[in-house]
C-alpha cells in the first residue's frame, strides 16, 4: 500500500528537521569541547541547551514556517499528480474522487474531463451541462485507476 501525500510529506520534514539539529549539535558540541577550559554549564545540562538553542534558532529563522508547511507541501503533491494524470494518453480510465461541499458528500468524475489545472482548483466541463466547474485542489481525496486507489490524499 503506498504511502499517502499527507505521509511522505510528513516524513520528509521530519528528516530534515532531524538532520539540522543533529548537524547543530555537532557544532555546539564540537565549540563547547573547544572551549571546555571554562566550565559555566555543568556537563549534564549540555545537551538540553543545545537542543533548545537548536529550536530556537530554527524557529527565530522562520525555517520551520517557511519549508515545512504542511498545505503547502500537500499542495504541491496533489498538482503534481494531476498534471502527469492530464498529459497521459489513457486518463479515461481515472476518476477522481472529491468532497462537494454544496452536496455535503463525495463525487466522482472522469478525469477525461479536465479542461485545466489552475493554480488553486481543477477545472472541469461537465458534458450534460456545458458550463466548467471548479473543484478546489484541498478538496481531492483519491484518484483511481480502473477502480483501484492510485492515489490517496
Known amino acids: 500500500m503506498p504511502l499517502r501525500e499527507q505521509d511522505k510529506h510528513f516524513l520528509a520534514s521530519l528528516y530534515i528537521v532531524v538532520g539540522v539539529v543533529f548537524t547543530w549539535k555537532g557544532l555546539w558540541d564540537g565549540t563547547y569541547a573547544l572551549f571546555s577550559f571554562f566550565p559555566v554549564i555543568p556537563e549534564a545540562s549540555v ?19 517557511n519549508e515545512f508547511d504542511p498545505l503547502g507541501g500537500i499542495k504541491r503533491g496533489v498538482t503534481k499528480t ?31 474531463l479536465i ?27 483519491e484518484i483511481r485507476y480502473k477502480g483501484e486507489r492510485y492515489w490517496r490524499l
Open 115 to 141: 479542461k485545466k489545472i489552475e493554480k488553486d482548483a481543477l477545472v472541469v466541463v461537465l458534458p450534460h451541462e456545458k458550463k466548467e466547474l471548479f473543484i478546489p485542489l484541498h478538496r481531492i481525496k
Open 47 to 65: 545537551p538540553w541547551i543545545l537542543l533548545f538553542f537548536g529550536f530556537s534558532m530554527l524557529t527565530f529563522s522562520s525555517l520551520i514556517f
Open 82 to 112: 494531476l498534471h502527469s494524470l492530464q498529459a497521459r494518453q489513457d486518463k479515461k480510465n481515472f476518476s477522481l474522487h472529491y468532497y462537494d461541499e454544496a452536496q455535503k458528500k463525495e463525487q466522482s468524475i472522469p478525469a477525461s
